[in-house]
């Protein structure tokens, strides 16, 4: 029992070492932006969409006016031009060749994106496919999850069938946890074929959950908290439900089995099932991004309620500091929770989608076959002997 207690704390201290610089640096971060109004009053809505936003260079931790610069690629008036992102932090104009460019400020349409100077008029470039810090962390995320994996077939590659241990058990206890409780379940027979995608999905997501909780570089992405992320993995599950579906699953969405007044002559049922097509990757989409989003969200504001209750006296200010440190290092440790729980939830109804597009239509008939077979009697020979006279 003391070894297990020893365990314990020792995980939640790790966990609390690894989260403080994120209230830490969230604290000076606001202290360095403290944005105010004539009535002097902080700039709360500003601050947190531009600390979840996405920008051109990645923040440094506890110097939000420095960053690591990220290449900037655009395709102009006159080309293709490609810079670093530190030549236009602060509102600065870099002028590559004869064109011009920056960053547009807040009362711009372009607000935040890098916009050619044409003529003293901000124009946006035909083609932007710059390193952002989403993207950047899109990257470090598929190399995580790269890395992860291979770790675990290098293992069984060189060991055997001998059980990994540290990280690569863990990793190899997620693989077995997701594919022997949710994969095999579900898809049955069909579960090799899928297992890569769900697999990698689970893994990808829980990458990205965990590192944007971490503010130090290469953390700090909010990647699940971009509905654009969430969206582009949802409609990979929606291709991959509808392109591998079975003719049966086709056939119940046009033509499903209910009274023909339901089907005609207005097609109730067959467009409530077309509907319904649509409607699961877009719950798959806001849960995804909603959970996420909401979690930093929570953190920002309680590390926010510092400085609205600064002018209320050096005394009020210490006593919120403490409460909203101990209410941030709780939130995040919930938040690391919720990754779990996240990933593991989209990759189960991943599942399911797919595996309602995987029916056949003969499961029931062939569960009848098989009980009617079971209730056949045995015939046996009991022809009594006969003694030969």
Known sequence: MTMKRNIFTTLILAVIALLLPVVASAETDH????????????????????HLGDRYGWEMPFNHHKSIPLPIIVWGSDGLHVFSSSRVEHGAVYRDGNAEFKVAGKESPYKGKVVEIIDGNE????????????????????LVVIWCILSVA????????KG?????GAIEFLILFIYDGVIKPTLKDKANKFAPYLLTVFFFILVMNLLGLIVVFPGGANLTGNIAV??????????????????????????????????????????????GIFTKPAALTVRLFANM?????????????????????PAVTGATAVVSIIFS????????????????????LSTLFIALGQEDGHGEHKKDDSHSASETPAVTDKTPATNPA
């Not at 392109?243 to 699953?249: C, E």
């Not at 005609?264 to 509907?275: A, S």
């Not at 929770?337 to 189960?348: C, D, E, K, P």
């Open 31 to 50: 202290a360095a932006d403290a944005k105010e109004d004539g009535s002097g009053k902080v700039d709360a809505q500003g601050i947190i969409f531009e």
């Open 123 to 142: 124009v946006k470039p035909v083609v932007d496919i710059s390193i952002t810090k989403n993207v950047c962390g899109l990257f470090i995320s598929v």
């Open 154 to 161: 290098k293992w069984h590659r060189t060991q055997g069938m």
């Open 164 to 168: 990994p241990r540290k990280m690569t």
């Open 230 to 275: 969430t969206l582009v993995l949802a409609i990979l599950t929606f291709l991959i439900t509808n392109i591998f579906a079975t003719k049966h699953y086709w056939k119940e969405i046009f033509n499903p089995d209910v009274p023909w007044w339901l089907k005609w002559p207005i097609p109730i049922m067959p467009l409530i099932e077309v509907f």
């Open 293 to 313: 989003m909401g979690g930093h969200m929570i953190v920002i504001v309680l590390t926010l309620l510092i400085f609205i209750f600064a002018i209320m006296g």
């Open 329 to 348: 290092v709780f939130m995040l440790l919930i938040d690391v929770l919720v990754s779990f729980i996240q990933a593991y939830v989209f990759t189960m």
